[in-house]
């Protein structure tokens, strides 16, 4: 048997830096490939071994393994996830700046060996992993998660970033480096630094994967896609050709194909592929 449920946050505070999160479980293994996004998680498991091979990872089912918080963050290139069953997995997605508003530190210095969360950036990860695979219902473990991330609430600011990163979100059209440091009066050094600082990539990387998603998540979420020529000119890339190789360098697959092969996930904008 198999669950899968993306919920909100109950408080409207978290809801500005988490706007989800999705809960997956499951008595059979799976083998899910996952796009770049900007909206990325943090993920914990309940008695799984993780073990990270480049793009692929896998969730050994280790049943008295300790939990860990892992976080990928913006990745240029899809990632292949294999989970051994039984397995029972949380993700707390943030929004590109979100996590920042919870560490003790920039995300740079917060990541060790690659993926994991550094055991000092939260307090009590030990009595929460407990508490929320131990819960009674979905209702109870988004309390329990809410509680949690309510605490370790700390706030982050940085100008800079929040006005670049909504400039390249809220635009359908291609800037570059330059263009941005220009419309902000700053340096592409200055800004390349602060990128790499807080989301752990350069802006260039950030504005690939941005625009690679909102085509994307048009194009499986319109009623009237159209073409794939047409979604080519609709989010600036110079023709089809360009776009068709921008999207195989990313995903790993030709567009068509992928459109036809993903699934959604629940009631984001969550859409993977499943190969088993």
């Known amino acids: 048997m ?13 809801r ?15 083998k899910i490939i996952f796009y770049p996004n900007t909206v990325n998680a943090i993920t914990f498991y309940k008695s799984s071994e993780l073990v990270f091979d480049g793009r692929y990872s896998k969730a050994f089912h280790r049943p008295n393994h300790a939990p860990r918080f892992i976080y990928a963050g913006l990745q240029t290139q899809y ?6 069953a039984p397995f029972d997995k949380i993700a707390v997605a943030f929004s590109p700046l979100g996590i920042n508003a919870f560490l003790k530190v920039p995300l740079s210095e917060a990541i060790e060996s ?17 508490s929320v695979f131990s819960a009674d219902g979905i209702e109870e473990r988004i309390r329990i998660l809410d509680a949690f991330f309510l605490k370790h ?16 979100e809220s ?17 592409t050094k200055t800004l390349n630094r602060r990128f790499r600082k807080h989301l752990n990539c350069s802006v260039k990387e950030y504005l690939e994967v941005a625009q690679f998603r909102k085509s994307f998540n048009h194009f499986l979420e319109s009623e009237k896609a159209g073409s794939l020529t047409e979604l080519a000119y609709s989010f600036d890339y110079y023709d089809q050709a360009e776009f068709t190789k921008r999207f195989r360098k990313i995903t790993g697959i030709n567009p ?5 092969d993903v699934e959604k996930f629940g009631t984001e904008s969550l859409f993977w592929s499943v190969t088993e």
């Open 16 to 30: 500005k830096y988490i706007p989800y999160y999705y809960f997956h479980t499951s008595g059979e293994s799976r």
């Open 153 to 168: 609430l700390v706030g982050f600011e940085d100008v800079l970033l929040e006005k670049t990163i909504k400039s390249i």
């Open 171 to 187: 635009s359908d059209g291609k800037t570059s480096v330059s263009n941005l440091a220009d419309a902000f009066g700053t340096t």
């Open 114 to 130: 690659g993926f994991f969360i550094k055991p000092d950036q939260f307090e009590n990860e030990a009595a929460l992993f407990g």
């Open 2 to 14: 198999e669950f899968f449920d993306t919920r909100k946050p109950h408080s409207e505070v978290l």
């Open 256 to 260: 068509k194909k992928l459109f036809k």
């Open 79 to 84: 990632r292949v996830s294999e989970m051994e």
